[in-house]
């Protein structure tokens, strides 16, 4: 039984350590895939910004969801490590018990001659008989309590396997969907970047720089110091991120070389040693929410319920964020962004 036992663990041990292998680099979600048609040819530069907008929120809310699942592959990655660790455990006692009762046994076996009427015939004096007598009692009653442990061995190693199958499962299944996420967002990243490749030089430049912030206030911006009114680590925060900025949106990226929106965010709080979940919409769940008029540099800002994108506010109005693809690390205006849906100050 032991053995057979080791083989299930060992398969089960052997899943563990594939499934962490293959997940660990698969950040897909398992949520349902906003789905846009294929956009026709655009007849002006107008409807070429509104499709490309809308196509560029979509991909951010896939990319997010990507995010958000890669945290839950962590999760059951860690579940599923643990819960092989219980099982190993779990085995050793058994095998403990199961040792501890055969010799046990063996023991009272090699006893049996001294029977209760075996003692009494061969007892010269009441405390010689009552003294085997007694021994004899204590072999019965440590063989129960051993094979009750044993039996309870067997129950916790097999429940102990059974979790860890499931927690592997659960994680392979995962790894299945999130491919087609994968697959998904791809599609939609692609034609983003057909449409784009439409557009003239010039219409390209007019759709990133549509809302940008003039030369002079970006400059303006740089030199400004934050208050000490702000949180705690948001002057170590801003000076990370502002060290990003020109580097390439990259879905999935938390730095150095690229970045997606809460991969900057989380990449610019480490700096303050605040740590922060590579989500969006987690972010929002962390600190303390503050309304926009009470916004202070340093507070994360949050767009879309449940959140898809994040930026750092800085102070004036102004924000520091990974926009989307194609595009780089930049400061733009809070006031030009869709979907405001809030503040949370950490730190």
């Known amino acids: 039984m032991a053995s057979t036992r080791t083989t299930r663990l060992s398969r089960t041990v052997i899943g563990a350590a594939v499934v962490a292998g293959v997940l660990v680099a698969a950040p897909m ?3 349902a895939i906003p789905h846009l048609q294929t956009p026709a040819s655009p007849s002006t530069s107008a409807e070429a910004n509104a499709k490309l907008a809308a196509l560029a ?5 896939l990319a ?4 958000a699942t890669q945290i839950e592959i962590v999760k059951d990655q860690k579940a599923a490590s643990a819960a092989t660790a219980k099982a190993a455990d ?8 199961q040792h501890l009762l055969a010799a046990s046994v063996a023991a009272r076996y090699k006893a ?8 009494m015939l061969a007892s010269d004096s009441g405390d010689s008989y ?3 007598v007694q021994t004899l009692n204590l072999l019965a009653e440590r063989q129960d309590a051993l094979a009750q442990a044993a039996s309870a061995a067997s129950e916790a190693s097999a429940a102990a396997e059974a979790t860890a199958r499931e927690a592997v499962s659960a994680a392979i299944a995962k790894r299945a969907e999130i491919s087609k996420q994968q697959t998904a967002l791809n599609a939609q990243v692609t034609k983003y970047k057909e449409l784009l490749a439409a557009l003239t030089t010039a219409e390209r430049q007019a759709y990133y720089n549509a809302n940008a912030v003039p030369a002079a ?4 911006v740089l030199s400004t110091d934050v208050p000490a009114s702000a949180s705690k680590g948001a002057a170590a925060a801003i000076a990370a991120a502002k060290e990003q900025l020109g580097k390439p949106y990259v879905y999935g990226a938390a730095g150095p070389d690229s970045f997606d929106c809460s991969g900057l965010t ?3 709080w480490a700096a303050a040693g605040v740590s922060l979940p590579h989500n969006a919409a987690a972010q929002q769940g962390m600190g303390t929410a503050v309304s926009q008029s009470e916004l202070q540099p340093g507070d994360l800002v949050f767009f879309g319920s449940p959140a898809y994108h994040v930026a750092l506010y800085l102070g004036g109005g102004m924000i520091i964020q990974a926009p989307t693809s194609g595009d780089v690390v930049k400061i733009s205006a809070l006031a030009s962004m869709p979907d405001y849906s809030g503040g949370t100050r950490v730190g």
Do not use: D, H, P
């Open 29 to 31: 979600s398992a949520q």
């Open 57 to 61: 929120i979509s991909n951010e809310k």
């Open 64 to 67: 997010e969801q990507a995010n």
């Open 90 to 97: 779990a085995q050793a006692a058994l095998r403990k018990a």
């Open 112 to 119: 049996a001659s001294f029977s209760r009427t075996a003692a």
């Open 130 to 132: 009552l003294q085997t």
């Open 217 to 220: 206030t970006v400059a303006a």
């Open 266 to 268: 989380a990449w610019a």
